[in-house]
């Protein structure tokens, strides 16, 4: 054991060398230019102008100009003709009403928590009533306000709303930060970021310096960034008396972050929405002309049958509706009559969806109902790309003359977000399909009817068995409500629920904070770059706090790759790992891949693992999608398969064909996009870590070692390990804790009849009926040994090495059998 320390020493002293070359730790700054062409720091979107003033009283002579300066535009704008109808229009809004309450609040008081229906203002109105209450009081060019979103294109459409209602450009007194774009000027003093962006800024500046406003949004969603978030302001508001931090949240909890906050002021700003007609999978039915009827009988195949139709379909359209039936009892079957418990609303069954029955019901709408948009709430990403297949193949829903059909979701390009926003043409029906995304953060507008599946794809963490779960699991009540109220914005709204009255009766009240639900390790490390002091203690001061034993395998994980000591202290490879904002084991990939300057494959591996699934797998053309995935593979490798597949689309898109490439081989555009820039970004940011030469334009030598690439890979991934066990035909998976494992279909090696190595590195395990891996790479005994990471209990198996002469003789020990192989080279 001691040997092995000594050795696996060697990357940690290597990082050492480069750091204590560096003269201490690099800081994580970075510069890069961003989409918009401009420059771009992080330090710089939150940078104090005074700070480069050399004399106190000249700076401020300075901010006293530039805050008359803001103040006369602010007068100029709300004078003119357009500024006159937009500031009409924003004191329509609840928000505005309460606007003086608000700001005394905040003046008084250092936390403020506001809770208000969605859609009265919040996220649009505060932020802009404190930043016009400085300017006004002349202290404008000295405030600076930061509103926290929890997804990017919330960050992007409030800012560029919020700008455009002052009359400005983005940019001026308005900015916005996301990961890889920003837009901010030297007098943005009201920045819209991701709660990410914050605690990134956390990590260089503890005490926020020369921010006065700190707003964190939507904190009802409860994220993990949001809660942890919670815990360092919460220690960083004695420090900063003057701070002042605003919590914004739409449902009506607020009870709780007020006890938090030893019992902050709630302020309640009433909304209105107009009155939303409640549907839900029984009267839905009524609509085809039948009715939903309990009903308890074993039918001819021996399944219980719970509903039945007692009014037959009309003979009209009988096949049209046979099928939304056939769904529509499906679902109800599935859902069951009676009282429902939790337990049962479990066994989750993704054939009730009902695209029959949603496709029907959009076309009814569409025929029959008055103008309005339809907002169609799904499980996610997959569900919403294989809906759209059919409605484009239905010849009224396809019909782009008559229907506008868009989708919504957390990773859109924001070009393509904006299209959810405008207004179709007259006489064009808009259908938005999207995830519980569209149920908060974001307000389209014209909505008017809303379609609700009752569903949304959460991770869960199954603690006890280390594995995370994704599973499409039934929303809250809270959540119907706040899908159903989308409907009522501009007018009376109807809301379908596509499950019986009974289902929705079981639903719990809120959903389970993240924290509770998703593994530790990122977290975990970000509270030791932080200083956070003993891990588990700082957890134990969340809201609501999580299992100790998930605290504990995060903790454990964190010392099997290396990134915590034994005594819970970040090693050198830790202080590296939290400086890249991925998931510890890509980062520990990226730092291996530039160590080994073979780091052009390496990042476009990690960008992949880090964006949605370039590889698209639409729901009627599974086979032919796989099929042209394989076409990548020649080496047992979906990791290797993506580097291949980016590579062909880099040579294509040099010739203007990067969309036909995609098209042609079951590939995502907008994912091969995202890529690109994630590899410029990451590569940047290794450049600042020193591990990469700083003159350095290409990324690193070009180093394409089939097997030096999937050797890093695997130091990445380890112990995401599981071994092959080939039986006569073909070949079966175990790891250690599961037992045995399966390949998700869309994996090139769930395509191979055999594989010739003995184990197989995954990057992810996820459980949904049985444990599925995801992205796997088959690796030799030999790259195992050296990249296979250390000692543990938990592991498959252990290595040791130790060198005599120039003889390298390596012992490994199988955990399961207690077997010994000796290795000599
Ligand atoms: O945060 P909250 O849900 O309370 O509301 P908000 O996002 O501030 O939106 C207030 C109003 O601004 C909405 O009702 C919309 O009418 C309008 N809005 C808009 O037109 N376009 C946006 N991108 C955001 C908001
Ligand atoms: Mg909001």
Same mark, same amino acid.
């Given at each position: 054991?001691?040997?092995?320390?000594?050795?696996?020493?060697?990357?940690?002293?290597?990082?050492?060398?480069?750091?204590?070359?560096?003269?201490?730790?690099?800081?994580a700054s970075f510069s890069r230019s961003n989409s918009s062409g401009s420059i771009a720091t992080d330090e710089g979107l939150f940078e104090?102008?005074?700070?480069?003033?050399?004399?106190?009283?000249?700076?401020?002579?300075? $901010?006293?100009?530039?805050?008359?300066?803001?103040?006369?535009?602010?007068? %100029?704008?709300?004078?003119?003709?357009?500024?006159? !109808?937009?500031?009409?229009?924003?004191?329509?809004?609840?928000?505005?009403?309460?606007?003086?309450?608000?700001?005394?609040?905040?003046?008084?008081?250092?936390?403020?928590?506001?809770?208000? /229906?969605?859609?009265?203002?919040?996220?649009?109105?505060?932020?802009?009533?404190?930043?016009?209450?400085?300017?006004?009081?002349?202290?404008?060019?000295?405030?600076?306000?930061i509103?926290t979103q929890?997804r990017r294109i919330s960050a992007m459409s409030v800012s560029e #709303?919020v700008a455009?209602? @002052?009359?400005e450009n983005l940019g001026e007194s308005v900015g916005y930060k996301v990961r890889l774009e920003g837009m901010k000027g030297r007098d943005t003093?009201l920045l819209f970021c991701t709660t990410g962006i914050l605690?990134r800024r956390?990590?260089v500046?503890?005490?926020?310096? =020369?921010?006065?406003?700190?707003?964190?949004?939507?904190?009802?969603?409860?994220?993990?960034?949001?809660?942890?978030? *919670?815990?360092?302001?919460?220690?960083?508001?004695?420090?900063?008396?003057?701070? #002042?931090?605003?919590?914004?949240?739409?449902?009506?909890?607020?009870?709780?972050?007020?006890?938090?906050?030893?019992? %902050?002021?709630?302020? +309640?700003?009433? =909304?209105?929405?107009?009155?939303?007609?409640?549907?839900?999978?029984?009267?839905?039915?009524?609509?085809?002309?039948? @009715?939903?009827?309990?009903?308890?009988?074993?039918?001819?195949?021996?399944?219980?049958?719970?509903?039945?139709?007692?009014?037959?379909?009309? #003979?009209?359209?009988?096949?049209? &509706?046979?099928?939304?039936?056939?769904?529509?009892?499906?679902?109800?079957?599935?859902?069951?009559?009676?009282?429902?418990?939790?337990?049962?609303? %479990?066994?989750?069954?993704?054939?009730?969806?009902?695209?029959?029955?949603?496709?029907?019901?959009?076309?009814?709408?569409?025929?029959?109902?008055?103008?309005?948009?339809?907002?169609?709430?799904?499980?996610?990403?997959?569900?919403?790309?294989?809906?759209?297949?059919?409605? +484009?193949?239905?010849?009224?829903?396809?019909?782009?003359?008559?229907?506008? $059909?868009?989708?919504? +979701?957390?990773s859109m390009a924001s070009s393509e977000q904006r299209?959810?926003?405008?207004?179709?043409?007259?006489?064009?029906?808009?259908?938005?399909?999207?995830?519980?995304?569209?149920?908060?953060?974001?307000?389209?507008?014209?909505?008017?009817?809303?379609?609700?599946?009752?569903?949304?794809?959460?991770?869960?963490?199954?603690?006890?068995?280390?594995?995370?779960?994704?599973?499409?699991?039934?929303?809250?009540?809270?959540?119907?409500?706040?899908?159903?109220? #989308?409907?009522?914005?501009?007018?009376?709204?109807?809301?379908?629920?596509?499950?019986?009255?009974?289902?929705?009766?079981?639903?719990?009240?809120?959903?389970?904070?993240? &924290?509770?639900?998703?593994?530790?390790?990122?977290?975990?490390?970000?509270? !030791?770059?932080?200083?956070?002091?003993?891990?588990?203690?700082?957890?134990? @001061?969340? $809201?609501?706090?999580? /299992?100790?034993?998930?605290?504990?395998?995060?903790?454990?994980?964190?010392?099997? &790759?290396?990134?915590?000591?034994?005594?819970?202290? *970040?090693?050198?490879?830790? @202080?590296?790992?939290?400086m890249l904002p991925v998931?510890?084991?890509?980062?520990?990939?990226?730092?291996?891949?530039?160590?080994?300057?073979?780091?052009?494959?390496?990042l476009?591996?990690?960008s992949?693992?880090s964006v949605?699934?370039?590889?698209?797998?639409?729901?009627?053309?599974?086979?032919?999608?796989?099929?042209?995935?394989?076409?990548?593979?020649?080496?047992?490798?979906?990791? *290797?398969?993506?580097?291949?597949?980016?590579?062909?689309?880099?040579?294509?898109?040099?010739?203007?064909?990067?969309?036909?490439?995609?098209?042609?081989?079951?590939?995502?555009?907008q994912?091969m996009k995202a890529i690109d820039s994630l590899r410029k970004e990451f590569f940047s940011l290794l450049r600042d870590?020193?591990?990469?030469?700083?003159?350095?334009t290409?990324h690193? %030598?070009?180093?394409?070692?089939?097997?030096?690439?999937?050797?890093?890979?695997?130091?990445?991934?380890?112990?995401?390990?599981?071994?092959?066990?080939?039986?006569?035909?073909?070949?079966?998976?175990?790891?250690?804790?599961?037992?045995?494992?399966?390949?998700?279909?869309?994996?090139?090696?769930?395509?191979?009849?055999?594989?010739?190595?003995?184990?197989?590195?995954?990057?992810? !395990?996820?459980?949904?009926?049985?444990?599925?891996?995801?992205?796997?790479?088959?690796?030799?005994?030999?790259?195992?040994?050296?990249?296979?990471?250390?000692?543990? !209990?938990?592991?498959?198996?252990?290595?040791?090495?130790?060198?005599?002469?120039?003889?390298?003789?390596?012992?490994?020990?199988?955990?399961?059998?207690? +077997?010994?192989?000796?290795?000599?080279?």
């Amino acid at each position: 054991l001691g040997l092995l320390r000594r050795v696996e020493g060697y990357l940690g002293e290597f990082l050492s060398q480069k750091s204590r070359r560096k003269e201490g730790l690099p800081d994580a700054s970075f510069s890069r230019s961003n989409s918009s062409g401009s420059i771009a720091t992080d330090e710089g979107l939150f940078e104090q102008p005074e700070s480069l003033a050399s004399s106190k009283v000249v700076m401020e002579k300075i $901010l006293w100009r530039r805050s008359l300066q803001l103040r006369d535009k602010q007068q %100029a704008w709300q004078e003119s003709p357009e500024g006159r !109808k937009m500031l009409e229009l924003r004191r329509s809004l609840p928000a505005y009403k309460e606007k003086d309450a608000l700001l005394t609040a905040i003046s008084r008081n250092q936390v403020v928590i506001i809770s208000g /229906e969605t859609g009265c203002g919040k996220t649009t109105q505060i932020p802009q009533f404190i930043l016009e209450s400085e300017i006004e009081a002349v202290r404008g060019a000295v405030c600076s306000i930061i509103c926290t979103q929890p997804r990017r294109i919330s960050a992007m459409s409030v800012s560029e #709303r919020v700008a455009s209602e @002052r009359g400005e450009n983005l940019g001026e007194s308005v900015g916005y930060k996301v990961r890889l774009e920003g837009m901010k000027g030297r007098d943005t003093r009201l920045l819209f970021c991701t709660t990410g962006i914050l605690l990134r800024r956390l990590l260089v500046d503890r005490n926020l310096k =020369g921010v006065t406003h700190v707003i964190v949004d939507e904190i009802h969603e409860r994220g993990m960034n949001e809660d942890f978030l *919670l815990i360092v302001l919460k220690d960083l508001l004695p420090r900063r008396p003057e701070l #002042r931090l605003i919590l914004m949240s739409a449902t009506l909890d607020s009870e709780l972050f007020s006890s938090y906050f030893g019992r %902050a002021q709630i302020i +309640h700003v009433p =909304g209105f929405t107009y009155p939303v007609r409640t549907h839900f999978l029984e009267d839905v039915l009524e609509i085809t002309g039948c @009715r939903l009827t309990p009903y308890n009988q074993i039918d001819d195949y021996g399944q219980e049958k719970m509903w039945k139709m007692s009014k037959q379909a009309p #003979r009209k359209r009988k096949s049209q &509706i046979a099928s939304v039936v056939e769904d529509a009892l499906k679902a109800a079957d599935f859902n069951g009559y009676g009282p429902q418990t939790q337990e049962s609303l %479990a066994c989750w069954n993704p054939d009730c969806i009902g695209f029959n029955l949603i496709e029907y019901l959009l076309c009814n709408i569409c025929e029959s109902e008055r103008p309005g948009a339809i907002l169609v709430f799904m499980t996610g990403w997959d569900d919403i790309n294989s809906l759209k297949e059919k409605l +484009h193949a239905n010849p009224l829903l396809g019909d782009s003359s008559r229907v506008l $059909l868009l989708a919504c +979701h957390g990773s859109m390009a924001s070009s393509e977000q904006r299209l959810i926003f405008d207004e179709p043409e007259d006489g064009v029906r808009k259908i938005v399909l999207a995830t519980n995304i569209a149920e908060t953060s974001i307000t389209i507008n014209d909505v008017v009817f809303v379609l609700d599946c009752g569903k949304a794809k959460e991770t869960s963490y199954d603690a006890l068995n280390n594995t995370p779960c994704l599973l499409p699991s039934w929303i809250s009540k809270v959540s119907a409500q706040q899908r159903r109220g #989308r409907a009522g914005r501009v007018q009376p709204g109807e809301c379908y629920h596509l499950y019986p009255r009974c289902v929705y009766d079981a639903f719990a009240e809120y959903q389970l904070p993240e &924290i509770l639900r998703t593994p530790l390790q990122s977290l975990c490390l970000q509270i !030791k770059s932080l200083n956070l002091g003993s891990i588990s203690e700082f957890l134990s @001061r969340a $809201l609501q706090s999580p /299992e100790l034993l998930a605290v504990q395998n995060a903790i454990e994980y964190l010392k099997i &790759i290396g990134a915590l000591d034994e005594n819970e202290n *970040l090693t050198v490879l830790g @202080r590296y790992l939290t400086m890249l904002p991925v998931e510890p084991k890509l980062g520990k990939m990226l730092l291996v891949g530039a160590i080994f300057n073979c780091l052009d494959p390496v990042l476009t591996i990690v960008s992949g693992l880090s964006v949605r699934d370039p590889f698209l797998t639409p729901f009627d053309k599974k086979d032919l999608a796989e099929a042209a995935k394989s076409q990548f593979s020649r080496d047992y490798s979906d990791h *290797l398969a993506l580097v291949r597949a980016y590579e062909g689309w880099k040579v294509a898109e040099r010739d203007f064909a990067g969309y036909d490439y995609c098209w042609k081989n079951f590939l995502s555009a907008q994912s091969m996009k995202a890529i690109d820039s994630l590899r410029k970004e990451f590569f940047s940011l290794l450049r600042d870590t020193d591990l990469v030469d700083a003159n350095t334009t290409t990324h690193n %030598a070009w180093s394409y070692d089939e097997h030096l690439i999937r050797a890093v890979i695997c130091y990445g991934l380890y112990p995401g390990i599981c071994s092959v066990v080939h039986n006569e035909k073909s070949f079966s998976l175990k790891t250690m804790e599961d037992g045995q494992v399966l390949l998700y279909s869309n994996s090139v090696n769930a395509r191979e009849p055999k594989i010739p190595y003995p184990w197989l590195v995954f990057n992810e !395990k996820i459980k949904v009926n049985s444990v599925f891996l995801r992205d796997s790479t088959a690796v030799s005994d030999s790259m195992l040994l050296l990249f296979g990471g250390s000692f543990s !209990k938990g592991a498959v198996v252990s290595i040791s090495f130790l060198v005599f002469a120039d003889c390298v003789v390596f012992f490994i020990w199988d955990c399961r059998s207690g +077997h010994t192989a000796l290795l000599c080279c």
